[in-house]
């Protein structure tokens, strides 16, 4: 039995930002070199930077993610950090905030929760697209596969003319 972690492969070191030379083996990539991805040049900070390797290594693994995709997987990236952010502001801050009006103090929601819900609801979405939440990855699960759900009424569409 192997002892230790399983090695990751030269293109994922890449990705992740440490392929430094004593760190590679130079051995034959295990994946298609069409999806190897670099980290974009655009601008990529803090949480973002840290979801876009951790949610690029895994779409790769499964084949789902090539150079075409990066974009709307930064989007997707940028999304998720500004919810994660919004929700470590909020629970520093507290769920709701006095706001001052004539009459004296009222409590109202926080606005940073709003703006937490939208940046979730846009990342759910960007998320179907790449098969990330459990129904869509069934449906690419099966399409990569070939197993496509077959139509149980393909077979009454036919129309035999004689």
Known sequence: MAKGRKKLPDNIKALRGTDQPCRME???ATLPTQTLITLPKTGLKGTAKKIFVVVATELIYNNLLDRLG???LVAY??????YHDMMKDLEKEGYTVKV??????ITQVNPKRKIAENALSAAKALAVEFGMTPSSRN????????N???DDFADFEEVDVQ
């Open 26 to 28: 130079n051995k034959v």
């Open 70 to 72: 990066t974009d709307l």
């Open 77 to 82: 990236c940028r999304e998720m950090a500004l």
């Open 100 to 105: 001052e009006t004539k009459t004296g103090f």
């Open 139 to 146: 449906r690419v699960a099966a399409l990569l596969s070939g």
């Open 148 to 150: 496509a759900p077959k």
